[in-house]
């Protein structure tokens, strides 16, 4: 999973947070989905195994995630405004690669 926009409860430490999640077969909130905001069911992206691009806008209450290309969440949520962004892997086997 990916933290987005967290509040953090104390210095050093992201507190609550939006979290996208890229666990395939999560059975609530699949790839691209914002845990406890959105969901994509019953739709799915089919990238398991594969190296997925996510681009993700965060601009206050409107949140958008785009996996490789195909917007999967475009929503507002007005719970987390603003925050730092912080990620988080889900799995040992998770990897990431950063670009700017």
Avoid at 63 to 80: A, F, N, P
């Amino acid at each position: 999973m990916k933290r987005l926009r967290a509040a953090p409860a104390n210095p050093g430490s992201l507190g609550s947070c939006d979290e996208i999640n890229i666990s395939d077969p999560h059975a609530t909130t699949p790839t691209g989905g914002i845990v406890g905001v959105h969901s994509p069911l019953p739709y799915r992206v089919e990238r398991a195994g594969k190296w997925s691009r996510f681009d993700v806008l965060a601009d206050g209450p409107h949140m958008v995630v785009k996996v490789s290309g195909e917007t999967v969440t475009d929503v507002r949520d007005e719970k987390l405004r603003e925050g730092a962004i912080g990620l988080q892997a889900g799995g040992p086997r998770d990897q990431a690669r950063y670009a700017s």
